[in-house]
């Protein structure tokens, strides 16, 4: 397997592996399990990279407006959706689906930062 396959695949296990341990903490994320956590870390992914964009771009006023606070809201829109679409994996709220949201970009942007190569 090359590296950066390991490195997407080791993404994933982070991710799956955050969305585990917020659920422990009442914050109004629930995960079944690890296979629905992994499940909803690729799901997230294609959400953000498909469905993200298209809101972005159709909501843009809106987060001008907010300057640029509307997009934690899109965030926790896409984890939202994210939860719709994968069994065993539920939000509850929008408070802990906001905090979640933060949280699990704030991982993957330090697993980001973390993995680019350097050059």
């Known amino acids: 397997m090359s590296g950066h396959h390991t490195s997407t695949l080791l993404y994933f296990v982070v991710i799956a592996a955050t969305m585990m341990g917020l659920s422990r903490l009442g914050l109004g994320l629930e995960v079944e399990d690890w296979v629905a956590a ?13 469905v993200k964009p298209v809101l972005f771009i159709l909501t843009l006023p809106f987060t001008i407006l907010t300057l640029g606070l509307f997009l934690l809201v899109l965030n926790a829109l896409m984890l939202w959706l994210t939860s719709a679409l994968v069994p065993g994996f539920h939000v509850h709220g929008l408070g802990g689906t906001l905090l979640a949201s933060i949280i699990l970009s704030f991982v993957g942007m330090v697993w980001k930062a973390a993995t680019r190569k350097a050059g």
């Open 38 to 50: 992994l499940i909803a870390a690729v799901v997230l992914a294609l959400v953000n990279a498909v």
